[in-house]
């Protein structure tokens, strides 16, 4: 990733989470009623993608071509990478659910109504769009940047970091214990494709990885 493509990167990240919310919350009202909360999901989710692919194309590109050089190698590490995934994420879930047996996933559960009325939207936002916005920033930005100094400062930015993202929308509402276990349940995922994205040296590993845990997920909902 170029320097140029970095500080864009960084700085559409900060409005991504902290300025682009607030400029939504704006909008609502003026938005027509008929709309519903798929509808809405979905365009954040492709003005996510549009912009991530805009600012990273040349960053995208030479990932493209590194991933074509080794398809073998990168199939074998999207398979370990998905299967470290899932027993790692049994293994917490069962912790979790020990420390707090009425536990359950927020946004799983919001993203599971959706499907129920938006099928194709969500699936096509969380299996196609998703993957590839939320890897460039997390995988690609965060801990490919930071890995240049610190391999171990890398990893644990980038998981905190994924993991926090995720449960922002719940500060004020769930209790700090609720809040813990939520970040801890994204661990699993912040881990493995942080591997998958070192070990393969592409970007499109994660995002395969990624893409295959949402659509396995949207498959349970549905």
């Known amino acids: 990733m170029t320097r140029k493509e970095a500080y864009y990167g960084f ?5 991504q989470f902290f300025l682009l919310p607030p400029v939504i919350s704006l909008i609502l009202p003026f938005l027509p009623e008929n709309i519903n909360d798929a509808q809405l999901n979905f365009a954040y989710y492709l003005l996510n993608f549009i912009a991530i692919t805009v600012i990273l194309r040349k960053f995208l590109w030479q990932n493209l071509d590194r991933m074509s050089m080794y398809p073998g190698y990168l199939f074998r590490v999207v398979l370990l990478g998905l299967a470290r995934y899932i027993v790692l994420n049994t293994l917490v879930g069962a912790l979790l ?3 707090d047996p009425s536990y359950f996933n927020a946004n799983d559960s919001a993203i599971a109504e959706m499907v129920q009325s938006e099928l194709t939207l969500i699936a096509a936002g969380t299996i196609l769009l998703v993957p590839l916005a939320e890897e460039c920033m997390f995988r690609g930005l965060i801990f490919g940047n930071l890995r240049k100094y610190n391999r171990i400062l890398a990893y644990l930015v980038s998981i905190t970091v994924f993991s926090v993202i995720h449960i922002t929308g719940y ?5 700090p214990m609720q809040l813990l276990i939520s970040f801890l349940s994204y661990l699993p995922a912040g881990l493995c494709l942080a591997w998958a994205y070192e070990k393969a040296d592409t970007i499109f590993a994660p995002i395969l990885i990624h893409a295959a845990v949402n659509a396995i997920a949207i498959y349970g909902m549905r």
């Open 11 to 15: 700085v559409y990240l900060i409005v």
């Open 97 to 99: 659910l020990r420390l």
């Open 171 to 175: 500060l004020g509402v769930y209790t």
